[in-house]
Every structure is written in structure tokens, then in C-alpha cells.
């Protein structure tokens, strides 16, 4: 079974910088995409970035110039860099995989994997 582990975030001000990191646990061959959403009280997930494995980068509109993604195929990891966080940052964040090939075998098409979220707040 594939397990999504997250850490990092917390507290900062207006301007300041977070790393996220998560790491894919279990037997992993393999991993399509992996990346993070958000979601913020009131409101539904919503993409932040993902990255696919071969390294293409896919950003929201909102963190694009702020925000990094990266990832380690051999690590099975995906870490999330991001500068001049705003108020409208503040939000759980979680690590998301699709396309898991695992010791379990294939992934059925659409099946996606979750963290368990870490609250990212900034104060202004």
C-alpha cells in the first residue's frame, strides 16, 4: 500500500519562504505525477503543482514566479519551495500522487493518492 508522508509548513509572515516535502512510501517502481494541492477553509482543493516523471512542471496561476517544484524519481519524493507567501497562501496543503506503479501492481486509471495534509499559515 502507498503511503504519502508530509513535512514541513507551519507559521510565517507576509514575504517569507516554506519548504514542503513528501515521501511516497512502500514498494514504488514507479510514479506518474506527483505534486501538491491546497485547500483553504470554505473552499474546495485546488492545484498548486504537480510534476511528471520526466520533470515537466505544472503550476497554478497563483504561485507561478513563487513557487518550485521538485522531485526525486529514485527517492520517490517531491518537495515544494515557496517564496513571498501571501495571506491567500494560508491553506492545508497536501502531497498528491496518480500513477503509482507499486508492488501492488498498476494503478487502476484515475486512482489518486493523498497525504495527510500540513496546515501552511500566513500572517500579515
Known amino acids: 500500500q502507498v503511503q504519502l508522508v508530509e513535512s514541513g509548513g507551519g507559521l510565517v509572515q507576509v514575504g517569507g519562504s516554506l519548504r514542503l516535502s513528501c515521501a511516497a512510501s512502500?514498494?514504488?517502481?514507479?510514479?506518474?505525477?506527483m505534486g501538491w494541492y491546497r485547500q483553504a477553509p470554505g473552499k474546495q482543493r485546488d492545484l498548486v503543482a504537480t510534476?511528471?516523471?520526466?520533470?515537466?512542471?505544472n503550476y497554478a496561476d497563483s504561485v507561478k514566479g513563487r513557487f518550485t517544484i521538485a522531485r526525486d524519481n529514485a527517492k520517490n519524493t517531491v518537495d515544494l519551495q515557496m517564496d513571498g507567501l501571501q495571506p491567500d497562501d494560508t491553506a492545508v496543503y497536501y502531497c498528491?500522487?496518480?500513477?503509482?506503479?507499486?508492488?501492488?501492481?498498476?494503478?487502476?486509471?484515475?486512482?489518486?493518492?493523498w497525504g495527510q495534509g500540513t496546515q501552511v499559515t500566513v500572517s500579515s
Open positions: 510534476m511528471s516523471w520526466g520533470g515537466t512542471p
Open positions: 498528491y500522487a496518480r500513477g503509482v506503479h507499486s508492488g501492488w501492481g498498476h494503478d487502476p486509471p484515475g486512482t489518486d493518492h
Open positions: 512502500g514498494t514504488i517502481f514507479s510514479i506518474n505525477h
